[in-house]
């Protein structure tokens, strides 16, 4: 089944919804330029006074969220970074309401918003036994052809005692299925980290404890 959506041509469509500064940068592209480590590469970004704001903005909240965390009581320190990343990956989707993704084929003109993509394959891995979803970004597996297939990274949690391989291959699959009959967008690459390590209790809910990626 596949979901339609037609917010616009993907270009239109993003520079409608997004928030932009002052200084004509959108907010959501200084979060990217941040969160990918490459503020250091771009000289406006060093200087502007409101992508500097923006940025202590994002930097304070992801703060904040690590200080409530461990002020909770009896909460695991090392879920701390998996909270934290989910929170902020939910915050990037409100800034950045979601480019639109293709569905079906180009020609049938068919989109749906990142953010509503990315939701339905969170819910599709969190299915899986023992596995809990992340951070999920969605993008055109070639940046120069809007209309093609997506590229699907997605971080986890996983179960202790699950080989780590085997865990990226059913979220690999899980993905494609859910792409495919589920959403309609075409799948060109799905890559899976594995981030954090889920402490099994009362028959399959967990904590985190401890990281590890893939």
């Given at each position: 089944?596949?979901?339609s959506a037609?917010?616009?041509?993907?270009?239109?469509g993003?520079?409608?919804?997004e928030?932009?500064?002052?200084?004509?940068?959108?907010?959501?592209?200084?979060?990217?330029a941040?969160?990918?480590?490459r503020?250091?590469a771009?000289?406006?970004?060093?200087?502007c006074?409101?992508?500097?704001?923006a940025?202590?903005?994002?930097?304070?909240?992801?703060?904040?969220?690590?200080?409530?965390?461990?002020?909770e009581p009896?909460?695991p320190?090392?879920?701390?970074?998996?909270?934290?990343?989910?929170?902020?990956?939910?915050?990037?989707?409100?800034?950045?309401?979601?480019?639109?993704?293709?569905?079906?084929?180009?020609?049938?003109?068919h989109?749906?918003v990142?953010?509503?993509?990315?939701?339905?394959?969170?819910?599709?891995?969190?299915?899986l036994?023992?596995?809990?979803?992340?951070?999920?970004?969605?993008?055109?597996?070639?940046?120069?052809?809007?209309?093609?297939?997506?590229?699907?990274?997605?971080?986890?949690?996983?179960?202790?005692?699950r080989?780590?391989?085997?865990?990226?291959?059913?979220?690999?699959v899980?993905?494609?299925?859910?792409?495919?009959?589920?959403?309609?967008?075409?799948?060109?690459?799905?890559?899976?980290?594995?981030?954090?390590?889920?402490?099994?209790?009362?028959?399959?809910?967990?904590h985190?404890?401890?990281?590890?990626?893939?």
């Amino acid at each position: 089944m596949a979901m339609s959506a037609n917010p616009g041509r993907p270009e239109e469509g993003r520079y409608e919804e997004e928030e932009r500064l002052a200084c004509g940068r959108l907010l959501s592209d200084v979060w990217d330029a941040w969160d990918t480590g490459r503020t250091a590469a771009d000289p406006h970004l060093a200087s502007c006074p409101h992508c500097s704001a923006a940025l202590a903005e994002l930097t304070g909240l992801g703060d904040a969220v690590r200080r409530t965390c461990a002020e909770e009581p009896g909460f695991p320190e090392a879920a701390t970074a998996a909270v934290t990343a989910r929170v902020m990956d939910l915050v990037r989707l409100e800034l950045r309401p979601g480019r639109p993704l293709p569905l079906g084929e180009p020609e049938e003109d068919h989109w749906i918003v990142e953010a509503t993509a990315a939701r339905l394959l969170r819910a599709a891995v969190d299915a899986l036994p023992g596995v809990r979803a992340g951070s999920c970004r969605i993008a055109p597996l070639d940046p120069a052809d809007p209309t093609g297939p997506v590229h699907v990274r997605v971080e986890v949690a996983a179960s202790l005692g699950r080989s780590l391989p085997d865990v990226a291959d059913a979220v690999r699959v899980r993905i494609a299925e859910a792409a495919d009959r589920d959403i309609g967008i075409r799948l060109g690459a799905a890559d899976v980290r594995v981030v954090d390590i889920l402490e099994e209790e009362d028959g399959g809910s967990g904590h985190g404890r401890g990281g590890a990626a893939l």
